[in-house]
């Protein structure tokens, strides 16, 4: 046994290992209530939080919302962030941007946060991968065409990975699992 303590990431690695496991081998996505409206023929696979919703901005500007909901006084996200950042000289760097909770359906993440919701479908974030994240953590990367790289990064980011992965790809994808997680994870039987 190991004398690390298990903690929330640990706990999303696992999870998502087994869904991807449990998915491979014909089980279905998860269907539960929706915590936010869903369009006609929308299935909601699952509400995770938190997460920290991160893009890779320069500081200091207002941009045009991409998730449409967030938008802060000193950075916010948008699809005019390379032309200001060429014109300004402004540094990139990951900036988190604001706190939500997001429900992954059939068509579109959805994430919610400050009372206000915004969706991107699938078809317009772009790849998704798992990477490290703001906190040091794992997180959801995507990019929407004309937009800055964005993250969504938390203890569950891997098993929102696996769930969106499946709805896009049609089969889940295999989980980066750190090893040494893995081998823990293992020996004290949780896998």
Do not use: C
Not at 57 to 71: D, K, N, S, T, W
Not at 74 to 97: C, D, F, S
Not at 100 to 126: F, H, M, P, Q, W
Request: no cysteine; hydrophobic share 45%; proline share 9%.
């Amino acid at each position: 046994m190991s004398s690390e303590a298990w903690n929330a990431f640990d706990e999303g690695y696992v999870s998502a290992h087994r869904w991807a496991d449990a998915l491979a081998g014909g089980a279905a996505l998860p269907v539960e209530a929706s915590p936010v409206q869903l369009e006609p023929g929308e299935v909601a696979h699952a509400h995770l939080a938190p997460f920290t919703f991160a893009a890779y901005i320069a500081a200091g500007f207002q941009y045009q919302p991409i998730f449409g909901i967030f938008v802060t006084g000193e950075v916010a996200i948008g699809r005019r962030t390379a032309p200001r950042t060429q014109t300004t000289g402004g540094t990139l760097r990951w900036h988190g941007i604001a706190t939500a909770d997001v429900t992954v359906t059939n068509r579109r993440l959805i994430a919610s946060g400050g009372g206000k919701t915004g969706a991107l479908g699938y078809d317009e974030t772009g790849p998704l991968q798992l990477a490290p994240g703001l906190d040091g953590g794992p997180a959801v990367e995507f990019q929407p065409a004309g937009s800055p790289a964005l993250q969504l990064t938390g203890p569950w980011a891997p098993l929102l990975y696996v769930f969106a992965r499946t709805v896009v790809d049609g089969r889940p994808p295999v989980v980066p699992i750190p090893p040494a997680l893995l081998a823990r994870a293992r020996a004290e039987g949780r896998l």
